[in-house]
């Protein structure tokens, strides 16, 4: 049968016009009104414990809300050795999730979407979290002024990571007091390793003093240098700190030298793990919650919590530890005592969540993103959804976070396990009230022995002592350098120090030539640029 040109014509120019006005228009309001969604790509690098963001309730909420629909891909492990390739590629979806450094913006130019102008029209809550938290703008911005990416704030958390616990137990029955100093704590060393002190019958399982991990780790021993007046901040990176309005590098430093030689006397006795060394932090978490008998076996040792570092059978025995003093050949108080301030680390991180600058729906993506800063949602990012059943709201911006579902397993765990967690975008307001889960109480009450020693610092510009790595920016001259530079100066760094802990190498020979190596690797022009940026920050 024919057709007639003109009718081919008309309904030629009918589909034209229906798919110009259903698929030209990106805005919520037209995607809402003709009954559909719009589509965007995600990506999030999951903590292991992670469960599918198929699977929670809240999120699906806040892309119904935006009026988005999200094919997610979750990165589970290995990210770091994959990016590059991926970034490379300039293949990246539209909407980015804890998979970003602020060198990555540097390194891919044009990759990512400056932020700027859409958080001015879209991103309501996240300019309510600059005003309020003038940190995080600080924190979003690149050295140009460009904002790539979106930090979080979550100002619940405590100022400090770690917690030296000690074994009270132990301590009572060998009627010894809690160590104050440096001197008496390898005092009360040597009596946990003489006496068999968890009773069992077997005089030599207790092992006195446990660590995991060096430099910019939580709970590795380089947090005592504290004791000497060191001022850490945020797990030192690579072991920079700032005293007086300049920075340094405490691996380098003569009071640095003078711990290590502690540190070894310790270990030549027997006092500290032998094998914390080689130790993964699985071992290291294992061995705090005792033997398999339930008996404790190690009298002192960092952690973040009680029931986290001991499990519910041996916490109740262990007790934080408050700043020792330094008094090793010098009258205590020679110091001025400080403890590590993690304060900004723990509450605030860059680069949570940024966009592809190839998104076609920029403004709905960034609506989405915006989502992520609400009241409600963002407590939800951290604990879990109320549909969920990880948290309810017991009043305006009055939150309870909820016993977890699984009874086998612990809240810090739990939270890990039901939402985005501590990886993900979010703005926690101060006016908050949440009703935290009993870790996190304890938490917070451990560290009262720490509040005085920590209220020296004020993590602000102003105090020459703190070391605002989060806050620095660099050129791309400036990054390439210290990468290549920082890599000679750290193999060196941290060959040496196993081998001054373990007696393998005698420190005091080693010491001149030690610096001179690292100086000669570039610590110096290291040192130089930063001392820059942190002028410029200050």
């Known amino acids: 049968m024919r057709v007639k040109k003109t009718a081919v014509l008309n309904g030629f120019l009918i589909v034209c016009f229906v798919l110009f006005f259903t698929g030209c228009s990106h805005d919520r309001k037209s995607s809402s009104a003709s009954g559909g969604k719009i589509k965007l790509t995600g990506l999030f690098v999951s903590h292991p414990l992670t469960k599918s963001v198929h699977d929670m309730k809240w999120l699906k909420e806040i892309e119904d809300e935006a009026g988005v629909d999200i094919t997610w891909e979750q990165v589970y492990t290995d990210w770091n050795q994959t990016k590059s390739t991926r970034f490379a590629s300039g293949d990246i979806p539209d909407i980015l999730i804890n998979a970003t450094a602020s060198s990555d913006y540097v390194m891919y130019a044009g990759l990512f979407q400056d932020l700027t102008e859409l958080i001015d029209k879209d991103a309501p809550n996240v300019k309510e979290m600059f005003a309020d938290e003038p940190d995080t703008r600080v924190l979003a911005r690149t050295l140009d002024g460009k904002i790539y990416a979106l930090p979080k704030f979550q100002g619940k958390w405590p100022s400090t990571n770690t917690v030296m616990f000690i074994n009270q137990e132990w301590l009572d029955k060998l009627h010894l007091k809690m160590p104050a100093t440096l001197s008496e704590l390898k005092t009360v060393l040597e009596a946990f390793k003489r006496n068999d002190c968890n009773g069992n019958g077997t005089p030599d399982d207790e092992i006195p003093l446990d660590f995991n991990g060096w430099f910019g780790a939580a709970y590795g021993l380089p947090v005592l240098l504290g004791s000497m007046g060191i001022q850490l901040t945020n797990w030192a990176p690579d072991a920079y700190f700032a005293e007086n309005g300049v920075v340094k590098n405490y691996a380098v430093d003569p009071r640095y030298k003078l711990f290590m030689k502690y540190l070894a006397g310790l270990y030549k006795e027997g006092l500290i793990n032998q094998n914390a060394i080689t130790n993964d932090y699985s071992a290291f978490q294992s061995l705090s919650r005792g033997d398999e008998k339930g008996n404790a076996v190690v009298g002192c040792v960092f952690g973040w919590e009680e029931t986290d570092k001991f499990g519910s059978k041996l916490y109740s025995q262990y007790k934080p530890v408050p700043p020792l003093a330094y008094d090793i050949g010098v009258p205590a108080g020679t110091y001025d005592t400080r403890w590590i301030n993690d304060y900004t680390g723990l509450n605030m991180s860059p680069d949570r969540i940024c966009m592809s600058a190839r998104c076609e729906h920029k403004d709905a993506a960034m609506r989405f993103i915006n989502k992520f800063y609400d009241p409600t949602v963002s407590v939800e990012v951290l604990f879990g959804g109320i549909s969920d059943g990880c948290i309810s709201k017991a009043g305006d911006n009055y939150f309870k976070v909820e016993k977890p579902l699984n009874p086998d397993t612990d809240p810090g765990t739990w939270k890990w396990t039901s939402t985005f967690a501590d990886n993900g975008p979010m703005y926690i307001r101060q006016a908050a009230r949440i009703d935290m889960a009993p870790d996190m109480t304890n938490a917070l009450n451990e560290r009262k022995v720490y ?30 350098t210290m990468a290549v530079m920082q890599a000679n100066v750290t193999n060196i760094i941290d060959n040496y120090w196993a081998l001054w802990l373990t007696g393998r190498s005698d420190i005091d020979a080693d010491w001149e030539s030690y610096v001179k190596s690292v100086d000669d690797a570039g610590l110096q022009k290291i040192l130089k640029i930063r001392q820059a940026s942190f002028n410029t920050y200050r």
Request: glycine share 6%.
């Open 451 to 480: 509040a005085s020693v920590l209220g020296k610092l004020r993590t602000d510009s102003s105090d020459g002592d703190y070391y605002p790595q989060q806050f620095m920016k660099y050129s791309a001259e400036d990054i390439n």
